[in-house]
């Protein structure tokens, strides 16, 4: 298979094909799925580092909550669960931008929770980064907007 063209959209390739002995090219288009029109793993990094950027310490579930809060009036177009903001959180703690340290007490009875908090080297790469991720949000709902005119027109 030999991809010819390719954009953020769709993508166009040759493939031989052979029928009754005969080989010929025959060249397809595919529509590239929606999730990678949006970079999920990015939108789920810049989405934690703005909750912590708020000042306040959270831990994994209460990011995940306010996530779900923000789609609460439109369904995800990819899945998000607790394993996905932990290995965010994970992440970005590999990267140094976040910060983490447990709480609780095992002695009376109390379930640890790992408490995370954004570090100065988070804050710099949110406010430098953020802008660029939503401009490339935007030119893609630009995108988006053209394929649903063309579609229904």
């Known amino acids: 298979m030999l991809i010819t063209f390719w954009n953020k959209l769709s993508y166009t390739y040759n493939i031989k094909c052979k029928i009754g002995g005969e080989v010929f090219l025959d060249r397809r288009t595919r529509m590239v ?9 990015q939108l ?3 989405y934690v580092l703005k909750e912590l950027s708020k000042g306040h310490e959270v831990f994994g579930n209460k990011v995940l909550e306010a996530f779900r809060d923000e789609f609460s009036s439109a369904p995800l177009p990819f899945p998000v669960s607790s394993s996905t903001i932990y290995d965010t959180l994970y992440d970005l703690e590999q990267k140094g931008l976040v910060t983490s340290y447990w709480i609780g007490d095992d002695f009376i009875n109390k379930r640890t929770k790992k408490m995370y908090r954004i ?12 802008a660029d991720y939503v ?11 053209i394929l649903i005119k063309m579609l229904t027109n």
Not at 33 to 41: E, H, L, M, S, V
């Open 119 to 130: 570090t100065d080297e988070g804050k710099e790469y949110y406010k430098l980064h953020v």
């Open 44 to 46: 789920y990094s810049f």
């Open 135 to 145: 401009d490339a949000l935007r030119k893609n709902k630009s995108i988006i907007d």
């Open 33 to 41: 799925a929606p999730r990678n029109i949006i970079n999920a793993k």
